[in-house]
């Protein structure tokens, strides 16, 4: 008999799975896709149960009827998309749909009228970053001040690992990485929770228990074994969030690297041995006891270019469903026939307000330069180039807070798309390695549940055996002075119409 390492990462419009053994061979993997929900501008939300339980009963159920006869299941390890807002009763019951991460942007009075109260300045020097979307404080008060009889109801606030790891093992819990976006009521420095801002949001007692993601949390109650065919008494990890564990899952381990992560919503995460507090990054806690992280993340990318397939690539769709080529591939294979600046274009990827550097929730999309000679290919380009020109932005935020980065990995989806990966590195400037394999965090959570268990017995095995890489992609300096020369004009529309943005998103309330 061989004892397993199982890992579930829940993203934002899919979930995966995979089995591996201690030296992080895959056996098996699995996918689960689901959507969100937009009751409204602004508010995007996931099901506890019908998404989060359910996709995690779902793979592991793949998962088991996969493995080799004789395995057995040895521990787990969850990461969810982070940081979520859902408010549980006394018997561990959602009261309410689950309040996703920063793309979820209805707190934004909430973050005003703290700052107002406390001070910004007060306020990074407690938690380490500004209040922003990302933050679960301000959502936490929204809830209190629009559904106040949810609010009372509540037990517990917790996030969506919180609440897997409580339906496999009957407790509540939180790693550190996470509660860290749990800001205004987290200190940094002494890595635990902290009241000093907290009047009026929440009591210490209707918050979960800190951990690390590489400890164990509890172990599989028999009602989840049930439900999930892992073995009772199977140890499950803290938990952490999808970023982190992506991080991992690539090797990205040592204070100096960087994880660039091309999804739905692209993310950055530098490793640090010390904390940077900055006003325009999130700096969390790491994944283990004495590190840290500083972190970045768009609002909208992968998002916005589904969004533009599906709005004005109709007759792609049409084509591919009589067996033709993927949607995205064709649309990649346009925008590769523009050229470098796409023939004048600018857009700003604010499809969906944006995070990191400026914090805006308001901020919208904005076209600028376009003309009736302009093609789709050219408007896709820009898109593109957008995303990229924001990407750049982050890393100069990055730098400009004192990391030093000693090398960039990338991972994610989006960096399979070549002509995506060499704008940004073109844009950026920043020479990116590639791993052999790009598996994702469920890979990362296998890693941490092999740690948490003692089947891994050092950090080390993560580059030793776990994560190989195939090479290393540059810039083209070809394109690096018209892109330099664009990228001084990028940040120009976002500046000279912000009023008038912010007046327009008023209008799209409703």
């Given amino acids: 008999m061989s004892d397993v390492l199982l890992g579930i990462d829940i993203g934002t419009y899919s979930s995966k799975g995979v089995i591996c053994r201690v030296d992080g061979s895959l056996i098996a993997e699995a996918r689960v896709d689901h959507g969100v929900s937009i009751p409204r501008p602004g508010y995007v939300e996931h ?10 009963k779902l793979l592991a159920l793949q998962l088991v009827a996969k493995m080799p006869k004789g395995d057995k299941i040895a521990s787990v390890g969850i990461s969810t998309i982070g940081p979520c807002l859902v408010p549980v009763d006394r018997h561990g019951n959602p009261l309410r749909p689950g309040i996703l991460y920063g793309v979820d942007t209805r707190a934004s009075k909430q973050i005003g009228d703290l ?5 910004r300045e007060a306020l990074v020097e407690l938690n380490g970053m500004r209040l922003t979307s990302q933050a679960i404080g301000p959502k936490i008060l929204w809830l209190r001040e629009e559904e106040f009889e949810t609010y009372q109801r509540a037990s517990l606030f917790v996030t969506a690992t919180s609440y897997i790891i409580y339906r496999l093992t009957n407790r ?21 929770w902290d009241f000093r801002f907290g009047d009026g949001i929440v009591d210490r007692d209707r918050l979960p228990d800190l ?6 949390a509890g172990e599989t109650t028999l009602d989840a074994a049930d439900e999930t065919g892992i073995p009772v008494g199977t140890p499950v990890t803290f938990g952490a969030v999808d970023a982190l564990s992506e ?3 690539v090797g990205v381990i040592a204070p100096g690297d960087l994880m660039i992560m091309y999804g739905s919503t692209p993310f950055f995460i530098f490793v640090l041995d010390a904390p940077i507090a900055t006003s325009e990054l999130w700096l969390t806690c790491g994944a283990f006891e004495g590190q840290y992280a500083l972190a970045a993340g768009l609002a909208t990318s992968g998002s916005a270019t589904t969004w533009f397939r599906d709005q004005f690539g109709r007759d792609l769709k049409e084509a591919e ?28 990827p604010y499809l969906s307000g944006e995070r990191t550097p400026i914090h805006d929730p308001d901020a919208r999309g904005i ?17 593109l180039e957008g995303t990229a020109f924001e990407m750049r932005h982050n890393l100069e935020s990055m730098q400009r807070s004192g990391a030093a980065v000693k090398r960039a990995i990338v991972i994610g989806g989006g960096a399979s798309n070549r002509l995506w990966l060499q704008l940004v590195l073109d844009i950026a400037g920043v020479s990116q390695t590639v791993p052999e394999r790009v598996i994702g965090a469920s890979l990362g959570d296998a890693f941490l549940a092999g740690l948490a268990a003692g089947m891994i017995h050092d950090r080390g095995a993560l580059l030793r055996e776990w994560v190989r890489y195939s090479g290393e992609v540059v810039p083209n300096p070809t394109f690096s002075s018209k892109y330099d020369s664009l990228y001084s004009l990028f940040r120009r529309p976002y500046e000279d119409t912000r009023s008038t943005v912010h007046e327009l998103a008023s209008f799209q309330v409703s």
């Fill in 367 to 383: 076209l600028a330069g376009i003309t009736l000679s302009h093609t789709r290919a050219d408007i896709y380009r820009a898109l």
């Fill in 211 to 216: 951990g690390w993601s590489d400890e164990v």
């Fill in 115 to 119: 700052e107002d109260r406390y001070g």
């Fill in 47 to 56: 099901d506890a149960n019908g998404i989060w339980w359910s996709d995690v």
């Fill in 321 to 348: 469903e009589r067996s033709g080529p993927n949607r995205y591939a064709e649309l990649a294979g346009e925008a590769g026939t523009s050229p470098a600046g796409a023939r004048g274009l600018l857009m700003m």
């Fill in 247 to 249: 991080a991992l899952s």
């Fill in 172 to 192: 509540f819990v939180i790693d550190r990485h996470t509660a860290s976006h749990f800001d205004p009521l987290f200190d940094i420095r002494r890595q635990d």
